[in-house]
Antibody, heavy 125, light 111 residues
Framework: QVQLQESGPGLVKPSETLSLTCVVSGDSVSSYYWSWIRQSAGKGLEWIGHVYISETPNYNPSLKSRVTMSVDTSKNQFSLKLRSVTAADTAVYYC???????????????????WGQGTLVTVSS | QSVLTQPPSVSGAPGQRVTISCTGGTSNIGAGYDVHWYQQLPGTAPKLLIFPNNIRPSGVSDRFSVSKSGTSASLAITGLQAEDEADYYCQSYDTSLSGSVFGGGTKLTVL
C-alpha cells in the first residue's frame, strides 16, 4: 500500500520560506508524478504543482514565482519550498501521487490516487 | 475563486437522491477532459471517489455515479445515508495550467 507523509514546520513567519517534505513508502518516487495541493480554511483545493524525476517541475502560474519542488530519490521523498509567504498561504498542505492515463480520446490526463494526511502550516509572526 | 464551479452546499433526507454539479470552461471540462470526484470526510484528506467511467475504487458504494456533458459534470448519490455527509470536490486537467484544477467543494448534509 502506498503511503505519503508530510513533514515540516507548522508555523512560518511572514516573508520567510515554507519548506515541506513528503516521504513516500510502498512506491518509488522515480515512478510517478508527485504533487502538492493545499486547502485554506473553509475553502477548496488548490493545485500547487507537480514534479517528476526526469522533467522540469510544473507549477500553478499563480504561485510559480515563489515555488520550487524537487525529488530526492536517495530518501524516496519529494519537497516543496514556497518563498515570501504571507497570511494568505496559511493552509493545510497535502502531498499526493498523480496517476496518469490516456482517456478514451487519447488525451493524456490524470487524477490523484494517494494522498498524505495533510499538514497545517500557519503563517504568522 | 476556483476554476471549476460547484454549489457550496446540497442537502437531502435519508434515502433521497442528490446531485452535485461541476461547471468548467473550454480549457478543461469543455475541452473534453475527464472529471474526477473526491470525497473529504471531516479532518481527513480527500479520497478518490469514482472514475469518469463510473468504476469505483474498492469499498465505494454503487450509490455513487457520475456523468458529463459539455462544460459540466455531475455526481449523483442515490439512497442517501448519514455516512455520505462530507465535502465533495471535482477535479480536471486544464490546458492553460498544464495541471489540475479543482472545484470549490460542495458540502453534503443529510437531513
Amino acid at each position: 500500500q502506498v503511503q505519503l507523509q508530510e513533514s515540516g514546520p507548522g508555523l512560518v513567519k511572514p516573508s520567510e520560506t515554507l519548506s515541506l517534505t513528503c516521504v513516500v513508502s510502498g512506491d518509488s518516487v522515480s515512478s510517478y508524478y508527485w504533487s502538492w495541493i493545499r486547502q485554506s480554511a473553509g475553502k477548496g483545493l488548490e493545485w500547487i504543482g507537480h514534479v517528476y524525476i526526469s522533467e522540469t517541475p510544473n507549477y500553478n502560474p499563480s504561485l510559480k514565482s515563489r515555488v520550487t519542488m524537487s525529488v530526492d530519490t536517495s530518501k524516496n521523498q519529494f519537497s516543496l519550498k514556497l518563498r515570501s509567504v504571507t497570511a494568505a498561504d496559511t493552509a493545510v498542505y497535502y502531498c499526493a501521487r498523480r496517476a496518469d492515463y490516456y482517456d478514451s480520446r487519447g488525451f493524456y490526463t490524470h487524477y490523484f490516487d494517494f494522498w498524505g494526511q495533510g499538514t497545517l502550516v500557519t503563517v504568522s509572526s | 475563486q476556483s476554476v471549476l464551479t460547484q454549489p457550496p452546499s446540497v442537502s437531502g433526507a435519508p434515502g433521497q437522491r442528490v446531485t452535485i454539479s461541476c461547471t468548467g470552461g473550454t480549457s478543461n471540462i469543455g475541452a473534453g477532459y475527464d472529471v474526477h470526484w473526491y470525497q473529504q470526510l471531516p479532518g481527513t484528506a480527500p479520497k478518490l471517489l469514482i472514475f469518469p467511467n463510473n468504476i469505483r475504487p474498492s469499498g465505494v458504494s454503487d450509490r455513487f455515479s457520475v456523468s458529463k456533458s459539455g462544460t459540466s459534470a455531475s455526481l449523483a448519490i442515490t439512497g442517501l445515508q448519514a455516512e455520505d455527509e462530507a465535502d465533495y470536490y471535482c477535479q480536471s486537467y486544464d490546458t492553460s495550467l498544464s495541471g489540475s484544477v479543482f472545484g470549490g467543494g460542495t458540502k453534503l448534509t443529510v437531513l
